[in-house]
């Protein structure tokens, strides 16, 4: 995956500074991320999404909004609308780049703007939305003992965070209009609703009346107990994962034509975060995994392991190559599994000459079928050891194969 920092116009024309999450294969769609008030294109949520469906091959522009991060502005000078319009304005510069988005995704107040967005713009497929609140001037609960002054002296310093902003009375009159009722009675996209139950910025209860007053097709996510900002790297993987299975369903991707010489395509495996060893693997534009390594060796545990990935490939063939032997034969196999362990042996062990280490996979087959004879079993355990991924790896390590008895 490519990150490219850019800057567009935003709504008023100040510049806002924007991150380009691209595929490192084809590029097959596109998704604007919105972040959350006074938050940033940076928060993990935003980066661990936008690198998810990066794998995906969907390009994402997420972007501070006026005022706020590394865009120019004045933030107090914004309002719900503004963030709206900043919304169509990076939708425009994406078409212009060849690359128009077809999906939406929102947290928070993001979430309510990219709602209000997608009732303007042509072509969103999808939206999806992370702890959004139904009624934009939910927000103003966070600032409520500045409202009298804000509305005395027109705008107020307020603490959010630990930061200090500048709330103008404009901000306050307008999501004061910004119900979104009639926008999801009409909104012509599938739309995703994620939530946390526990949220203690935003109820749960908005995640309902935003269903609620949505149109099919629809679909309701909870976030358990996730906090509001997405904190926590499991939550974020979650959500970024639960994102981009369900847009698969939404979004058009024409898949490209395999390379030449790779007719089952490549399998590419792109970095999620550089802190730690999670990885995704993408094989195709519908197959994704995880590998990671163990809490013990500095990995989060989210996936497997390289090694567990080699051992579920000689399992995963070994099966097959059964199965279609069995197959072939007409022969009454019902079901098959495999177990297989791997760990370092000396050579030695393994009647070989040389002192080093070297691979050894132990095999454990399960053949069901009350019908098969003794016969049958013993030949299928023979063909076990001609599955393809088995001679690859006994070139230089070693297959130990054992028959479970029926």
């Known amino acids: 995956m490519a990150v490219q920092r850019i800057t567009f116009p935003g709504h ?7 991150r380009l999450d691209l595929p490192t294969g084809p ?12 938050c940033g294109k940076d928060i993990p949520a935003a980066r661990r999404i936008a690198a998810r469906l990066a794998a995906m091959g969907i390009a994402v522009l997420r972007f501070d909004f006026t005022g706020l991060g590394h865009s120019e502005g004045e933030f107090q000078n914004t309002s719900f609308s ?16 060849g690359m128009p988005p077809s999906m939406l995704i929102g947290h928070s107040l993001g979430g309510s703007a990219v709602i209000k967005a997608a009732s303007m713009l042509d072509g969103i497929k999808a939206v999806a939305t992370i702890g959004a609140p139904f009624d934009p001037a939910h927000v103003t609960h966070h600032f409520a003992d500045a409202l009298t002054e804000i509305e005395r002296e027109g705008s107020a310093e307020v603490c959010l965070g630990g930061r200090p902003f500048t709330i103008g009375k404009s901000f306050i009159e307008d999501t004061g209009n910004g119900v979104l009722s009639e926008v999801l009675g009409h909104l012509h996209a599938a739309l995703l609703v994620m939530h946390a139950p526990r949220d203690a910025v935003v109820s749960v209860d908005s995640a309902s009346q935003i269903f609620m007053a949505a149109k099919h097709p629809k679909s309701f996510v909870s976030l358990d107990d996730a906090d509001h900002l997405i904190t926590k790297a499991a939550d974020a993987e979650y959500a970024a994962d639960v994102i981009a299975t ?13 390379p030449i010489g790779a007719p089952e395509g490549v399998v590419r495996v792109s970095e999620a975060n550089p802190d730690g060893f999670l990885q995704d693997i993408t ?41 279609m032997y069995a197959r072939r034969k007409k022969w009454p196999l019902e079901h098959v599994s495999v177990d297989v362990s791997h ?10 000459s040389s002192g080093e280490k070297i691979d050894s996979f132990s095999r ?37 194969t054992l028959l479970v008895p029926a």
């Open 12 to 18: 008023d024309g100040t510049q806002l500074s924007a």
């Open 364 to 400: 454990s087959i399960t053949l069901t079928g009350s019908k098969l004879d003794a016969e049958q079993r013993a030949r299928l355990l023979e063909i076990a050891d001609r599955c393809p991924v088995h001679r690859t790896l006994e070139r230089t390590s070693q297959v130990e």
């Open 246 to 258: 369900w847009a698969a369903r939404y979004i058009n991707r024409p898949l490209p034509a395999p």
């Open 283 to 323: 094989s195709g534009s519908h197959v994704h995994m995880l590998a990671d390594e163990p809490l013990a060796y500095g990995g989060t545990n989210m996936g497997m392991s390289p090694y567990g990935f080699l051992a579920a490939s000689l399992g995963a063939c070994t099966s097959m190559t059964i199965r």
């Open 343 to 352: 760990n370092k042996v000396h050579a030695q062990d393994a009647a070989l």
């Open 82 to 97: 503004s963030n709206v319009d900043d919304l169509i304005a990076a939708a425009t510069w994406c078409a212009q780049q």
């Open 27 to 38: 590029h097959l769609a596109t998704a604007l991320f919105a972040h959350c008030f006074t």
